[in-house]
């Protein structure tokens, strides 16, 4: 920057070292902070932007000799800094001495907790698969008047479906909006996850009728997973009912979702027809399919002994005005094939 008459400041600094450590890039970062501290006026979130990055590495004890050093230094210790050291310590497994840390802020520094002091334990707690000490930590924000942010919550969310404990998920979903953090769609589609796993229909059909209630969209994930489980179980009218309110809710499917409609209509006895008419709504508009959907929808028409089908639907794939779907009409095209193979 010099060499273009700038002076960088401590923001370009700060934004170097994030980018750095957000690519893992972490001892780099370090070094370049020491060859040219001296020509910035550091302040304690330059000392918490590299512990953050020490602990997305895990390495505590690294994270410990910059906090230690920010001391050294006279800089003010903040909220923001403990909770670096803290997640370094979490993640690198010493819980400990994280609780140690989160004591000494509050009697050595007088420093209040924030919420993502208490989320940085709740992270923790969640990876280790350890729902009842997350859940002793969301009942101490409450007694600290702290509201989780949505990522913590969705944390925790997961791990109870991972463990198929839907009912207290549904609490936290409610809580979560008693408490001013409005549920995203992936706190949905965690719950949507379980009910998907044990075939539950009538729970997954009203929580995608709820996720409109609360005025969350579903995505393609939420619809795949709904049309994957009710093809498997062969409820061909809720299939039929959730394919036709995606365009109601201003949801266009993409390639992920024809795919899971023709794959799995492929593997069910008598609906290749209906294979073919998803197939064909995708080319009609202008979605392109994935190679491995070709091959499929082929390979099942060929076994069925359906040749002229094939043909059809490689002259559509021909017509088409879109130069992807065009060429994957060779990936369908069963002469092609055979061709490639002599």
Known sequence: MPDFGLQPTIDDLHHLISSLCHQGLVIPAQEFFHRCKAEFPITQKTYTLLMNGWASVRKPKNAQHLFDEMLQQHLPVDVSAYNSLMAAFCRG????????RFQEMRTLHRLEPNAGSYAVFIRAYCEAKDVN???RVIE????HDQTPNVFTYNAIIKMLCEKERAEEAYQLLDEMIERGAKPDTWSYNAILALHCKIQEVNKALRLLTRMDRD????????????????IGIGRFDRVIEVWESMEKRGFFPSASSYAVMV???CRKKGKIEEACHYFEMMVDEGVPPYPSTCEVLRRELQRLGLGRRIEVLVGKM??????????????????QMVEGHT
């Not at 497994?93 to 140690?100: F, I």
């Not at 101490?140 to 007694?143: C, E, F, G, Q």
């Not at 017509?319 to 069963?334: F, G, K």
């Open 93 to 100: 497994g010493e819980l400990d001495e994280a609780h140690k």
């Open 133 to 135: 000490s997350a859940m």
């Open 140 to 143: 101490h924000m409450k007694m």
């Open 215 to 230: 005025s969350c969209l579903p995505d393609r994930h939420t619809y795949n997973m709904l049309l994957k489980m009710l």
């Open 263 to 265: 794959h799995g209509l």
């Open 318 to 335: 021909k017509r088409s005005t879109s130069c992807s779907i065009q060429e994957l009409s060779n990936a369908m095209d069963a002469s």
